[in-house]
């Protein structure tokens, strides 16, 4: 099933359809985005911030939208938002797309921190980007936020993962 996840109605259609096919919906993986880089951040046009945004953050609310309350019909389930490394730094020459990512890692904290006590888990992956020694840019297996676990409920400023 194709899903805009910058549309409001294709993702509700989206959840429906995976709650009517299989009863519930266990987990979900929100992993949409598109790149937007070579633009500094006052050359960057209006409506490419707006496209980044909302595919990158704007999708990933949508999906937590609808999926979280089907989940908690149901007693719990896990969601895991695919952020990037440019949700833990800066990459040059992508504003938008920074401060999406950025966006989805501090969403996925509310999440997991607001529902975590309906037993519904919210964890980010986000890489880490790693400076090589002749100054390129190159990418390594992701690691965790500090603190890292996934979290369940609590404190407001407990971690969400981030692998």
Known sequence: MAVDIG???????????VVATFGRLYFAVNKAGIP???HILSEILVHEWE???RVNLTGTWLCLK???PVMKQHGGGAIVNVGSS?????IPGAPAYVAGKHGVVGLSKVAAVDYGPDNISVAVLAGRLLHHRHGAV???????LRGGG????GEADAPTTAL
Do not use: C, I, M, W
């Open 86 to 90: 440019g949700g833990l730094y800066a």
């Open 138 to 144: 190159r990418r390594r297996r992701p690691t965790g």
């Open 51 to 53: 496209r980044v945004l």
């Open 36 to 38: 937007s880089t070579g």
């Open 7 to 17: 549309d409001e109605l294709s993702v509700q259609r989206a959840v429906t359809h």
């Open 150 to 153: 996934t979290y369940r409920g």
């Open 66 to 68: 609808y999926q979280v």
